[in-house]
C-alpha cells in the first residue's frame, strides 16, 4: 500500500522521503491509497484536523497517533520517525506525574523483533529486562553514531549496563533530572559511567512544573551542571493546553539548552 505521511511540524526526527509532507497538500501530488496524519503534541491537533480536511480532498485519510493516545503497538522504521531511530520496546511502568506515556501507552511492552538504528527513542529502555538489552546492545555494536535519546533511567543503570554502553560508539546518552530528589541517582549514575566528557553525558531537566520558581531552577541546572552532566532543560508543557511562559522563563530554557551558551556561562572547557 501508498501512503503519504503528513505531518502538522517539522522536527528533528520527521522522516524526509518523497511520501512525507509538511503541512497542506502540495500542487503536484504523488499517487497514493491513503494519507495518515501524524501528530504528536496535543497542541497540534487543532492543526492536524485541519490538514485531515485539506488532504482528504484528494486521498482517504487517517489521523492519529501520539497525540489521540495510540498506543503505538508496532513499529516500522522511517514510517512516523525519520530512518536511523528507533523503538525496541513502549509504555513506562513509571507514573510521574508530568509525563503522559503510561497514559498513552500503558505498561512497558519490549517489541520482540528488533530494529536496526543508531538513534534509539525508548521511554524506559532501562527498564527492559535483561535478556532484551543484551539484544539491543548487540544490535547497537554494528551501529556509529549511537545516541541514547530516549531517556536512561539513573535510578535502574547498573554497571554491567554502564560497561556495555561504553564499549559502543556513542555520541551521546540522555539521562533526566527532574526533582531535586533525582540528583543523588543522576550522581550514582556518573560514577559508574566513569570518565566520559560532559558532551556525552545529556540531562533532561525539567522547568517550572508544580510552582517552581526560576531561582530554584537555575539551582536546579546547576547541581545538574556540577554532577558532570550537560543539563537539556524543558518547559512543563500540560496536555491540554499550550502553557505561554514569560521571556525570562523562554531565555533560561534556552540558555540551558545550546552547548556554547552553557560553556561561556561557566568560562571552562568541557572535560
Given at each position: ?12 526526527f520527521?522522516?524526509?522521503?518523497d511520501?512525507a509532507?509538511?503541512g ?18 496535543t ?35 522511517g ?34 523483533d ?36 530516549g531517556?536512561l ?31 543523588k ?38 547541581n ?45 572547557e568541557?572535560?
Amino acid at each position: 500500500m501508498r501512503i503519504i505521511r503528513v505531518f502538522p511540524r517539522r522536527t528533528n526526527f520527521t522522516p524526509t522521503d518523497d511520501m512525507a509532507f509538511v503541512g497542506n497538500p502540495p500542487m503536484i501530488r504523488p499517487e497514493a491509497d491513503e494519507v495518515h496524519i501524524s501528530c504528536t503534541f496535543t497542541w497540534d491537533k487543532p492543526r492536524a484536523e485541519y490538514l485531515a480536511q485539506a488532504w482528504g480532498q484528494y486521498y482517504p485519510v487517517k489521523l492519529g497517533e501520539p497525540a489521540y493516545d495510540d498506543p503505538c503497538n508496532g513499529f516500522t522504521p522511517g514510517m512516523y520517525i525519520k530512518q536511523g531511530v528507533t523503538f525496541t520496546s513502549r509504555g513506562c511502568d513509571n507514573q510521574c506525574p508530568w509525563c503522559l506515556v503510561p497514559k498513552r501507552e500503558g505498561k512497558l511492552r519490549p517489541y520482540k523483533d528488533i530494529a536496526d538504528g543508531n538513534i534509539l527513542q525508548d521511554n524506559n529502555y532501562l527498564q527492559c529486562n535483561l535478556q532484551h538489552r543484551f539484544k539491543v546492545y548487540q544490535m547497537l555494536m554494528c551501529q556509529h553514531d549511537i545516541q541514547f535519546t530516549g531517556g536512561l533511567d539513573s535510578r535502574l543503570l547498573t554497571q554491567e549496563d554502564a560497561d556495555m554502553i561504553r564499549s559502543l560508539s556513542v555520541r551521546q546518552m540522555f539521562f533526566a533530572c527532574d526533582t531535586k530528589y533525582d540528583l543523588k541517582h543522576l550522581i550514582k549514575a556518573k560514577q559508574l559511567m566513569g570518565d566520559l566528557s560532559r558532551d556525552k553525558l545529556r540531562c533532561y531537566v525539567l522547568l517550572a512544573f508544580n510552582g517552581q520558581t526560576i531561582s530554584e531552577a537555575i539551582e536546579h541546572l546547576e547541581n545538574v551542571w556540577n554532577a558532570g552532566f550537560m543539563p537539556f532543560a524543558q518547559l512543563y508543557q500540560p496536555p491540554d493546553h499550550l502553557i505561554k511562559y514569560s521571556q525570562e522563563w523562554r531565555d533560561l530554557q534556552r540558555n540551558w539548552q545550546r552547548t556554547a551558551i552553557m560553556k561561556t556561562i561557566h568560562k571552562q572547557e568541557f572535560n
